[in-house]
């Protein structure tokens, strides 16, 4: 099973910028996606970007749209969330996964990532005010 290790989480003040990589123990196909989700204390997993690994086409939750950018470096097997202009609620635990990619409805289908992706450890993200 592919192994992901997250890591870049850390303190950082409103409006700060932080950038979180995730490495894959093996070579991801062109036919999966990753994304990043995230988890904040007494609430539920939601997604936050995602991206398709062939085409390198991504999607954004609207509530980090032009402050989040995912990308992905294929010859590392690595996806990276670069994340600006950080807000107090975006602190969260934030978790890499990596699945097929099956159609533009799956990044909000949570339980189906849970069923069938491959999840990292999670990276603690904390922005004070």
């Known amino acids: 099973q592919v192994q992901l290790v997250e890591a870049g989480g850390g303190l950082v003040q409103a409006g700060g910028s932080l950038r979180l990589s995730c490495a894959a123990s093996?070579?991801?196909?062109?036919?999966?996606?990753m994304a990043w989700f995230r988890q904040a204390p007494g609430k539920g997993r939601e997604f936050v970007a995602g991206i398709r690994w062939g085409s390198g086409s991504s999607t954004y939750a609207d509530s980090v749209k032009g402050r989040f950018t995912i990308s992905r470096d294929d010859a590392l097997n690595t996806v990276y969330l670069q994340m600006n202009n950080l807000k107090p609620e975006d602190t969260a635990v934030y978790y890499c996964?990596?699945?097929?990619?099956?159609?533009?409805?799956?990044?909000?289908?949570?339980?189906?990532?849970?069923?069938?992706?491959?999840w990292g450890q999670g990276t603690q993200v904390t922005v004070s005010s």
């Open positions: 996964a990596s699945r097929p990619y099956i159609g533009p409805g799956i990044w909000n289908e949570l339980r189906t990532w849970y069923e069938v992706a491959n």
């Open positions: 093996e070579r991801t196909p062109t036919w999966y996606c």
